[in-house]
């Protein structure tokens, strides 16, 4: 977690459940327009093969946050959790423009990457930090349409 | 967050970013076969139209936890975010078998949720207490097997 100190993003107060409430001056839950087309918001499902560091929840938790400054989006609360003996991590990134969340497999090398945004945030501006930090041999994008009017 | 008490949900010590541990007897986090096919996990994107409660974070915590539950799954951690002045909700439930999250736009009666269960848990099992819940006027659900190898 000391990596993440500097990102301004570690809380000495763990807890399990909890609600905030955040007043925006302006609301980042709007539809979005693009192509001619009206939707709630751009959902990137990532699969990514032949990944490393897939066990170690400090580089997932900077890799995500990280993830999301690339996009511009605004960051509210993360969590992550590390499973044992199987060394998985499963994390989320809750956003005001969605979220960002990571299930890893590491004895499979596998993670499956979510990166949900509404608003101006472009989601696909995550990837490249999504990339390098887990340098896998094959990435599987596809984009769905969340809330789609027309 | 009274209503979550009863399921012995509630932290009374609210922080912003955390990561934890747990050793489970037993690792959760194996692949799936189901159909003939070998899987990481089933990943069901659930887009609520029409749809009522969608301003309120304890409504909302409690049908997502009850939905976890629904489909035997185990509840490491959530979190729920509310926003002023539009009333919307983002939140996340992580599970041992990967999580549910909503994002909601009560604007538009519009939810988009997501139910991502790996191992033994079938998120089908969760839709019943989403419906009921949110009472949408239409719920479109598309299934994406995330990780799948053959």
Redesign the interface.
Known sequence: ?KA?AQLG????????????????GE???Y?VEKDGMRF??A?L?V?LWGAQGLND??LI?RALCEAAVAAKASI???????????G?V???V???E??I?I?T?PE?Q?A?V?I?M?GACDPADSLPVIEAAFRPARMAV?E?R??RIA
């Open positions: 977690m993440l993003m570690v809380s000495e107060n763990p807890s399990e459940n909890q609600t905030t409430q955040t007043s925006l609301a980042k839950d539809f709630a918001g959902h499902l699969d929840p400090v938790e509210l609360h993360s969590h992550f959790h590390h499973f044992l003996p199987s998985g499963s994390g989320v809750v956003l005001a969605s979220h969340s299930h497999w499979c596998f499956a979510d949900f509404c596809d769905q969340r809330g």
